[in-house]
């Protein structure tokens, strides 16, 4: 279908895009286009004006900065997916990275857009929040961090206010850790059902830490923390494992829809939770 | 048996590249959307959102002063002009319907219903002004659950007092064709075995490639009409019934099309709409849907519950079957789709010697989009429903599944055999794809393999699905259409034009939308008239070339279109005879056409048909009174359909945790009569797979309870792609079919029609050692989990997230 018209603008700065949101009262941000294009097809939205960050150079890369790295939220998937330093220090974000959608939306949409897009069934934030990162938002009064877990609000909502920006992702450094992000669909290109985003830091044969969130388990990814924490000091075994994964419902609220209804899912975050901690600790 | 056989099959067999593939797969062809013409119009629907509702009053003035646009028109301006869309198919004199307006006037029977249509000078300026067409309904109560609107609890059109269409009834019995039913009933009851099973055959949607697309010119003396159709020689006529306008005065092109699956197989209201709103404003327009509308508004596909009761003896010989239908109408009755179910009646009885059969049918309409043909038609619901009960008359026997059927099943040594449902099946040989498809599948090593899984209680199950179909096709015999009630006929033509440097064309009146009929046509004229497979081309679907024929579904092209082709070919070489003894002065009795040449018995003489078609050409040397033209015309009217078959196996892993089913393997070997091109049999047979397995394990239309399309887009239908699909090992066995020359049978739809039960069956399978005896279509991971937890496999019909919830306004995505 063809979206309502609209007036583009294409910045190449930050601050010429932050100055546009102020301007526009009705703008949307175009990162990638992956989720916001469907939309304006579907008419879905009507925004009256389109900011597009697609030629804002310092958005777009990946660099190491003391224990952390830094992802620009330009950067395309493709390269979250293939950077050696993020399979390096935050192999979970890579992993999950790999399973969005195909190929060609991978090449074209962007890790900012998909965290700000805040699909409950996205990929990427539960990720975010297993591994603790922290995201920089630009806006009028300057920049400011955002803890993961305080960043997605609710459904489609995050910390970014109108006239804002995501700038920046800073995941800490979890050198070492073993990493798996299992995701359950029907079908190779469909959102999450249930995604369970799982890095381990393993002492010896036991767990030493453990960092498990949730995809598609409420409105915005849920850490399952009680998990985390029946998890340290335990052997990575199944059973071990199994008894910690049988909390990771624990708190959440699912939807129920044409994929499975809520109970499903809860059911379905206990054993992927046990898949997805088994792998990451490579038992 | 055919003359085909005893001359040197060059092409014939041959696995040729599709000579079409080159402009289709690069896109570098014309399809309908892209045809531009000058001032063109482009229109842009308004459609309903409710599923029943009156219509209270159409506000057009802000759309009509948006900028750009020409009209809106609604179905006040057009009652008097837009005629009803035709059912083509009454299966009984009696049977109900209401009247099927292109566009609403008063009344909206299904969400996704035209009622307004904006014709504007760009298709954006026309798809901005349709969202200010102002409609107000009044909510009517909506008919949605199959069952309920059968007994009538909401009717669907109110003004009809009924939503039941027709009564059809199928009794072997009456029709002398076998023995009565309720006997065999009564007695497997009495010491033998009674299965008896009610089955889903969910909604489906055809989900072609390219959406729907038309474009109509009224500026020339003709009305030309473009439509991405599957039946341009159908929209023709139909285009002088419905609307009057002198059949002569149109022209129909099916340029380039992408799919249709049976979902082209339609005459739309979006063409009538297209060609009113180019004979009002006299101008061309053109209209494409949306993949969305698309969903929501072209016809879908099955939707009926099935009940089956069979009877047999402990032994495992069958002694009847009794089937009861309640088929989904939806809202209206499109071209044939109160026959769709009627297609499967007569396929019930499978490959199988059934002494007694009773098949009942209810139509029934509901408030949902209309149904009709999609890939199989009918056949795939009657293939599943008996190739399911056969697997539970084998677990309930504790037999295998395999053996039951060859206990029932028609030996290769009986044919042609006359089945219970009265149908002459050709021939076949059942035994030998099934030897096959068991040797390839390593049959007897996968079931060691699920009885460990089973004795050690793995959490992962594996299941053996069996499916031994077979189908009728090759639509059809016009004397059959005319006993059944079709209004049209089922014959196909072709030309053949020999051009005077030797290229030739052959002229189809099939309409190719992505079968490789290019390809196929060539080779079987190359090889009859010894000519060069390049130098063949096969011109379709324009009504002023192919001014006579009936288009392309029920996997009839070849059956009937290419022996229509065939017979155009003998018809070039019985002209040809007299003049090449003329011009080589022998007599007609001394020539032998070999190799593409005429020549004189015992002598060296000799004449290409191409230096004959130029020599006749120039008429120079050809007497006044012979005809100076080799070009030939011929009609073919099957005598018969075709009955192809095939064994399909398949291996499902079934993760009993998630309930999630993995296709481990895929063994099908089919049997289609002889082979024009084996590459295009591969293709047509792993595409029906990929189809029949989606509708297993992946797709289903779903309305929610006020009737508005949850899978409205492909975040929520999931079509598979290759990606989710295991590899498919095919092989095939060769029995020619005795109806047609050729000895083809049609491929089509095969491997959709046989692929569905032997999921399914694998799925249960799996599941067979935890009680399980059936898993509601399609088997989702949720419903076989709800299955094995004995609950409820109800999924809720709620779109994903994503499509329901605006975005935030902060969306930087």
Redesign the interface.
């Known amino acids: 279908m063809i979206p309502a018209a609209f007036d583009y603008h294409a910045p190449s700065t930050v601050d010429e895009a932050l100055a546009l949101l102020a301007e526009h009262d009705d703008a949307k941000v175009l990162a990638g286009g992956q989720s916001l294009i469907p939309v304006l097809r579907l008419r879905l939205a009507a925004p009256e004006v389109i900011v597009d960050l697609g030629r804002i150079e310092e958005l777009r890369g990946i660099r190491e900065d003391g224990d952390a790295l830094v992802i620009g939220a330009m950067t395309p998937h493709h390269a979250v997916e293939t950077d050696a330093l993020v399979a390096e220090h935050a192999k979970l974000l890579a992993l999950a990275t790999a399973t969005v959608a195909d190929p060609q939306v991978r090449h074209r949409g962007t890790i900012g857009g998909a965290l700000v897009h805040a699909d409950p069934a996205g990929d990427l934030p539960a990720p975010a929040v297993a591994l603790g990162a922290e995201l920089v938002i630009a806006g009028s009064g300057g920049r400011r961090t955002v803890a993961a877990e305080d960043f997605f609000e609710d459904l489609f909502t995050t910390a970014v206010g109108e006239d804002d920006l995501l700038v920046e992702i800073r995941v800490p450094k979890h050198t070492g850790w073993g990493a798996h992000y299992e995701k359950f669909t029907r079908v190779v290109q469909q959102w999450s059902i249930v995604g369970v985003a799982a890095a381990v830091r393993l002492d010896g044969d036991s767990i030493a830490e453990a960092r498990v969130a949730l995809t598609n388990m409420g409105s915005t990814p849920v850490r399952a923390a009680a998990v985390e924490q029946a998890l340290v000091g335990q052997p990575a075994t199944a059973e071990a494992v199994q008894a910690a994964a049988a909390q990771a419902a624990e708190g959440t609220s699912p939807p129920s829809d044409s994929n499975g209804d809520a109970e499903y899912r809860r059911h379905l975050a206990t054993v992927l939770t046990r898949r997805a901690v088994l792998a990451a600790a490579g038992a | 048996m055919t003359a085909v056989e005893e001359r040197p099959a060059a092409e014939l067999g041959s696995p040729r590249l599709r000579k079409e593939d080159q402009r289709l797969i690069t896109g570098r062809t014309r399809w309908t959307d892209n045809i531009t013409l000058p001032g063109m119009h482009h229109l842009a629907m308004v459609r309903s959102p409710f599923a029943h509702a009156r219509i209270t009053g159409i506000d057009t003035g802000a759309a009509k002063s948006a900028s750009g646009v020409v009209t809106v028109l609604t179905g006040a301006d057009l009652k008097d002009e837009q005629g009803a869309l035709p059912n083509a198919w009454a299966i009984i004199p009696e049977q109900k319907a209401p009247e099927h307006p292109s566009i609403a006037v008063e009344h909206v029977a299904f969400a996704g219903e035209i009622v307004a249509v904006v014709v504007a000078r760009t298709?954006?300026e026309a798809?901005?002004a349709a969202?200010l067409v102002d409609v107000d309904y009044e909510e009517l109560p909506v008919a949605l659950d199959l069952k309920a609107a059968a007994a009538d609890e909401v009717l669907a059109h109110p003004d009809l007092g009924t939503n039941v269409s027709a009564f059809w009834e199928f009794d072997s019995a009456a029709a002398d064709t076998g023995g009565d039913v309720e006997a065999a009933i009564s007695a497997a009851r009495d010491g033998g075995v009674l299965i008896e099973r009610e089955y889903r055959q969910q909604r489906l949607i055809p989900a072609f490639m390219e959406p729907r697309s038309i474009a109509a010119d009224p500026t020339g003396e003709q009305l030309t009409v473009w439509s991405a159709t599957q039946v341009p020689h159908f929209v023709k006529i139909f285009l002088a019934l419905v609307l009057g306008i002198p059949e002569h005065k149109i022209r129909v092109i099916a340029p380039d099309v992408g799919g249709g699956f049976g979902g082209k197989l339609q005459f739309t209201p979006e063409e009538v709409l297209t060609v009113l709103a180019a004979r009002r404003t006299g101008k061309p327009c053109k209209y494409t849907e949306?993949r969305?509308e698309s969903l929501v508004a072209a016809h879908h596909g099955r939707d009926q519950w099935q009940k089956i009761t069979l009877a047999a003896t402990k032994d495992g010989t069958v002694t009847g079957l009794k089937v009861d239908l309640v088929a989904d109408m939806g809202a209206y009755l499109g071209l044939v789709t109160s026959a769709i179910p009627i297609l499967g009646a007569f396929m019930y009885n499978g490959i199988y010697k059934f002494p007694a059969y009773h098949l009942s049918c209810t139509n029934v309409f509901t408030n949902k989009a209309w149904t009709d043909a999609y890939r199989g038609a009918g056949r795939p619901e009657a293939t599943f429903a008996i190739e399911r009960v056969m697997d539970e008359l084998a677990a309930e026997l504790g037999m295998d599944p395999i053996a039951v059927r060859e206990k029932n099943w028609i030996k290769h040594d009986e044919f042609p055999f006359t089945t219970v449902s009265g149908m002459q099946y050709d021939s076949g040989n059942y035994e030998a794809a099934t030897a096959k498809a068991k040797e390839l599948f390593g049959y007897d090593e996968l079931r060691k393999e699920q009885q460990q899984r089973r004795e050690s209680v793995d959490p992962v199950q594996l299941g053996i699905g069996v499916s031994t179909f077979t189908e009728m096709c090759g639509l059809a015999p016009s004397r059959w259409l005319g006993s059944m009630g079709y209004v049209g006929g089922g014959w196909e033509h072709a030309s053949i034009r020999m051009l005077p440097t030797g290229k030739v064309e052959v002229i189809t009146g099939t309409s190719p939308h992505g079968q490789g009929h290019e390809t196929a046509w060539s080779q079987i004229v190359a090889d009859r008239l010894g000519v060069a497979f390049d130098d063949v081309e096969v011109l379709h679907g324009d009504t002023q070339i192919a001014a006579r024929g009936l288009d392309s579904y029920g996997s009839r092209s070849l059956t009937v279109g290419g022996m229509a082709v065939l017979a155009a070919a003998d018809k070039v070489l019985e002209k040809a005879k007299p003049i090449a003894a003329e011009l080589m002065e022998a007599s007609v009795d001394d020539l032998e056409f070999v190799d593409g040449k005429f020549g004189v018995k015992g002598t060296d003489t000799s004449m290409a048909l191409g230096d004959l078609a130029f020599a006749v050409f120039q008429g120079h040397k050809l007497s006044a009174e012979s005809e100076h033209s080799l070009d030939a015309d011929a009609t073919f009217d099957p005598l018969d359909f075709s009955f192809p078959h095939g064994t399909h196996l398949c291996a499902v892993e079934v993760d009993t945790?998630?309930?999630?089913s993995t296709i481990r393997s895929y063994v099908c070997v089919d049997d289609v009569g002889k082979v024009v091109n084996p590459l295009i049999v591969e293709g047509q047979v792993h595409g029906g797979i990929a189809q029949g397995i989606a509708q297993a394990?992946?797709e289903?239309g779903?309305y929610d309870e006020s009737g508005t399309l949850?899978?409205g887009?492909f975040?929520?239908y999931?079509?598979?792609?290759a990606?989710?699909l295991p590899a498919f090992v095919t092989d095939r066995t060769e029995t020619p079919s005795t109806t047609n020359e050729l000895g083809v049978k049609g491929v089509g739809e095969a491997g959709t029609i046989a692929s569905t039960p032997a999921v399914v069956n694998a799925v249960v399978d799996a599941l067979r050692s935890f009680g399980v005896n059936d898993v509601e279509m399609p088997c989702?991971?949720?419903r076989v989990?709800?299955t094995l937890q004995g609950?409820a496999a109800d999924?809720?019909?709620?779109?994903?997230?994503?499509q329901s919830?605006?975005?935030?306004?902060?969306?930087?995505?």
């Open positions: 298709a954006a798809r901005d969202d949306t969305s945790e998630t309930g999630r394990l992946f289903e779903v949850v899978t887009s975040v929520d999931l079509v598979p792609t990606a989710d989702t991971p949720h989990w709800s609950r999924t809720p019909a709620a779109p994903h997230s994503a919830t605006s975005m935030s306004q902060e969306g930087q995505a």
